[in-house]
T-cell receptor, first 114, second 113 residues
Framework: DGGITQSPKYLFRKEGQNVTLSCEQNLNHDAMYWYRQDPGQGLRLIYYSQIVNDFQKGDIAEGYSVSREKKESFPLTVTSAQKNPTAFYLC?????????????FGNGTRLTVT | GNSVTQMEGPVTLSEEAFLTINCTYTATGYPSLFWYVQYPGEGLQLLLKATKADDKGSNKGFEATYRKETTSFHLEKGSVQVSDSAVYFCALSESGANSKLTFGKGITLSVRP
């Protein structure tokens, strides 16, 4: 079955450490996205990528970095510069050039930084 | 800029009750409108969508009509089930592109047997 896989489901890190969240898709989608979900705040866009080797900042990119070396993969690094990294992180993908194509989401990674 | 406003939650209903979840939006152009659902411990799934004024999206007994005159996209279901317990997000995208999907804050629905 096609889909998006995020790993791990739960991740614990000490403050000051960088951590990388994995996102892989086999839907052959061009576009991929990272969202952050916090209680009562909905989803906020961190980064997105329309095509391999290209990505754009979303609304809350500070303290995060991404890469898009392969179409299937869009890892997100939460750096030590991110002031409030504890959150639920969702990866998504879509067909880029098809208007109104829905987003397909992974099941998320819950990151806890202490 | 674009924004989506959802009614405050949480909402608790008894099984077979009628459901309405309000959603209004602000957009500069002619957006497409979506409802996504998030079941416990999972990512979001598309529930329904509407791409132009007066369109009605429907799926699994849920419906929402794109009302341009009131800038609204309220979600309704005639008879909710316990399995409908989830978080519901209203969202919009700019015309012709999916990159800037703007979400509301979401509302938690709990359905009692």
């Amino acid at each position: 079955d096609g889909g998006i896989t995020q790993s791990p489901k739960y991740l614990f890190r000490k403050e000051g450490q960088n951590v990388t969240l994995s996102c892989e898709q086999n839907l052959n989608h061009d576009a991929m996205y990272w969202y952050r979900q916090d209680p009562g705040q909905g989803l906020r866009l961190i980064y997105y990528s329309q095509i391999v080797n290209d990505f754009q900042k979303g609304d809350i990119a500070e303290g995060y970095s991404v890469s898009r070396e392969k179409k299937e993969s869009f890892p997100l690094t939460v750096t030590s510069a991110q002031k409030n990294p504890t959150a639920f992180y969702l990866c998504a993908s879509s067909i880029w050039d098809q208007a109104n194509s829905p987003l397909h989401f992974g099941n998320g990674t819950r990151l806890t930084v202490t | 800029g674009n924004s989506v406003t959802q009614m405050e939650g949480p909402v608790t209903l008894s099984e077979e009750a009628f459901l309405t979840i309000n959603c209004t939006y602000t957009a500069t152009g002619y957006p497409s409108l979506f409802w996504y659902v998030q079941y416990p411990g999972e990512g979001l799934q598309l529930l329904l969508k509407a791409t132009k004024a007066d369109d009605k999206g429907s799926n699994k007994g849920f419906e929402a009509t794109y009302r341009k005159e009131t800038t609204s996209f309220h979600l309704e279901k005639g008879s909710v089930q316990v399995s409908d317990s989830a978080v519901y997000f209203c969202a919009l995208s700019e015309s012709g592109a999916n990159s800037k999907l703007t979400f509301g804050k979401g509302i938690t629905l709990s359905v009692r047997p």
